[in-house]
């Protein structure tokens, strides 16, 4: 009845119920289903750092303006995460120190503290122009893009001159 009055789902409010009384309970160590598995060490923490800080990454001098990225270094661009937690096995396994390799959620939160991200900001680029460069689409449809762009450049200049007070000028990437 509640649900009905507020427009809640039965479900949500469901999962309100059970959070609270998750939180209510005392917190009890999780441990692994094989018993097998032991806690993180801190040098092995440290090495994960000590890794994701020799990754290559761009500045971001793309992004100056926006404070969000303030800080924030990019990887190369067609690098996943996936295929970074693959390079962070494969040096584990190929290291002289035989370092343990952790788990992806740390990873992830080691990934995200050091303030690196997968995204890659793009200056001035239109999504066809993104999407030849990832070879997403065919040289033919990127060659006729890169015919009809100075047409569309000049319009635009054009309408920029015409402009006046009165008339508003919108513009969109094709």
């Known amino acids: 009845m ?8 039965e479900r949500t409010l469901i999962n309100w119920i059970i959070k609270k009384n998750e939180e209510s309970k005392e917190s009890v160590p999780v441990v692994a289903r094989s018993g097998l598995s032991e806690p993180v060490g801190e040098e092995d ?25 303030e800080g924030v270094k990019f990887l190369f661009p067609g690098k996943s995460m996936r295929e970074l937690h693959r390079d962070y096995l494969e040096s584990c396994r190929d290291s002289q120190t035989r370092r343990r390799a952790v788990g992806w959620k740390l990873i992830n939160e080691a ?21 030849a460069k990832l070879e997403h689409i065919t040289n033919e449809m ?33």
């Open 2 to 9: 509640v649900a009905n009055t507020l427009g809640i789902k």
């Open 45 to 69: 923490r440290n090495s994960l750092i000590h890794w994701l800080n020799t990754i290559p990454t761009v500045p971001s001098h793309c992004c100056r303006k926006q404070k969000s990225y």
């Open 111 to 131: 990934f995200h503290a050091q303030k690196l991200s997968v995204f890659i900001p793009r200056k001035d680029q239109c999504d066809v122009c993104i999407s």
């Open 142 to 174: 990127h060659e006729r893009h890169t015919e009809r762009k100075p047409a569309a450049q000049q319009e635009k200049e054009k309408d920029k001159t015409e402009s006046d007070t009165q008339t508003s000028v919108w513009t969109m990437n094709l």
